[in-house]
């Protein structure tokens, strides 16, 4: 990558749609006054149907302005539900939606901005069985994943299908915004060739975000998707947006197609969905929830002797944790190792994180370090409380 750019200006990605009705006119009127939009600008994202990959913390804004901006129709995938924790920087979702699909609780909200947009839901988890069809229903794909198993996922599904793909990543307080479409430009593999290991990256859930750095990255996204659809302006197409929120700083790299990269015809599945792709001869090995709660018995009436440890964050362990359990951050595993934590080595250990993959990280980073009986609570705390009611 450098710092010089090319100037790629695509044509206009959508046809203009027949008219639009006198209520659309009035709501519209502040684009339609820009002579780079118009009425024909409006008109095109009237007829344009886009596909968003997650409502969270990009999503959010990307699907409120996408709304309010007039996109005729937009696609919505997330098989998550909201939790209390979202609310910081999920602005689409409320209160009242925890506990709620995130599909359903972002269609109602966009559905009371503006009731001329249709939103279609898919409350289905992104795969290599169903993107392609996925894709092939929409205009353009914005790629708001937060793992880097989806974003390779998104890409590839774009290339195969043609369609353009607005990306964007956020973490602490940096952002990065580009555009990918193979037609005309790089994909975000020559961006970032493999997939990266997981100790180099924090997985799902470890790493903090400031909210409102989710609304810079997301309106720049949806400004990108309005560029492409009408033809307006210059779109991030070869070039890497940077934004620094604690200085406020922005740059700009270019990004350059891989002459060498063979053609992406398929799309593979990409592992493990937090970017932990651990092979089958290396899992670690398992123990149900009633096994677990089998051995907390045997434990408490000295039985048996073993280490439970919560590697969450300190702070979900803090809200409700499995009794009898340590925090261990994984981020803290990974930066101190288990000697400097106090980790015995001559006890066996039982893992478990919210779901599964950073309990799955945490055990072979145990195990590496030399500790033999490592299993990790298959379903995670969500299994346990389900089964259990409690804590």
């Known amino acids: 990558m450098t710092t010089a750019s090319a100037r790629v200006v695509p044509p206009p990605l959508v046809p203009p749609a027949p008219t639009l009705a006198p209520e659309e006119l009035d709501r519209y009127s502040r684009h339609i006054l820009l002579p ?37 129709t937009v696609g919505i995938v997330d098989d998550d ?22 599909v359903d609780s972002a269609r109602d909200a966009l559905a009371a901005l503006n009731p001329l947009v249709e939103v279609r839901t898919h409350p289905v988890r992104l795969s290599s069985e169903n993107a392609v069809t996925m894709f092939e ?56 060739p493999d997939v990266p290991p997981p100790e180099s990256a924090p997985s799902c859930g470890e790493a903090g975000v400031l909210g409102v750095l989710c609304g810079v990255a997301g309106s720049m996204m949806a400004g990108e998707a309005i560029k492409l659809i ?36 398929e799309v593979r599945h990409q592992g493990d969905p937090c970017g932990l792709s651990i092979p089958a001869t290396d899992a670690p090995d398992i123990i149900t929830v009633e096994q677990l709660r089998t051995s907390l018995f045997e434990r408490s009436s000295g039985q048996a002797a073993f ?16 009794s009898g359990s340590r925090s ?64």
């Open 36 to 72: 780079e939009i118009g009425g024909t600008g409006q008109r095109r994202l009237k007829n344009a149907r886009v596909l968003v990959i997650g409502a969270g913390g990009l999503g959010s804004p990307v699907l409120l302005y996408l709304a309010a901006a007039g996109v005729g």
């Open 307 to 322: 280490e439970l440890l919560d590697v969450r964050e300190a702070d979900e362990h803090a809200r409700a944790h499995i």
């Open 328 to 391: 261990v951050p994984l981020t803290r595993l990974r930066s101190d190792g288990p000697g400097r934590l106090g980790v015995p080595s001559e006890l066996p250990i039982i893992v478990y994180c919210a779901a599964g993959p950073r309990a799955r990280a945490a055990a072979m980073l145990l195990s590496a370090a030399g500790h033999r009986d490592v299993r990790v609570l298959a379903g995670g705390f969500d299994r346990w409380t389900a089964l259990s009611g409690r804590p």
């Open 137 to 192: 229903q929409y205009d353009l794909v914005i790629d708001g994943a937060d793992n880097f198993a989806t974003r390779y996922l998104v890409s590839d599904a774009a290339a195969v299908t043609g369609k353009p793909c607005v990306w964007g990543s956020i973490l602490r307080f940096g952002a990065q915004v580009s555009v990918f479409w193979n037609t005309c430009g790089p994909t975000y593999r020559d961006l970032y």
């Open 81 to 102: 539900r909201v939790e209390a924790s979202n609310l910081q920087r999920q602005i689409v979702h409320g209160v009242g939606d925890v506990g709620r699909l995130k």
């Open 230 to 265: 009408t033809g307006t302006g210059r779109p991030l197409l070869g070039r890497l947006a940077v934004f620094d929120l604690a200085e406020a700083t922005w740059r700009e790299l270019r990004i350059q197609p891989d002459s060498d990269r063979p053609p992406i015809a």
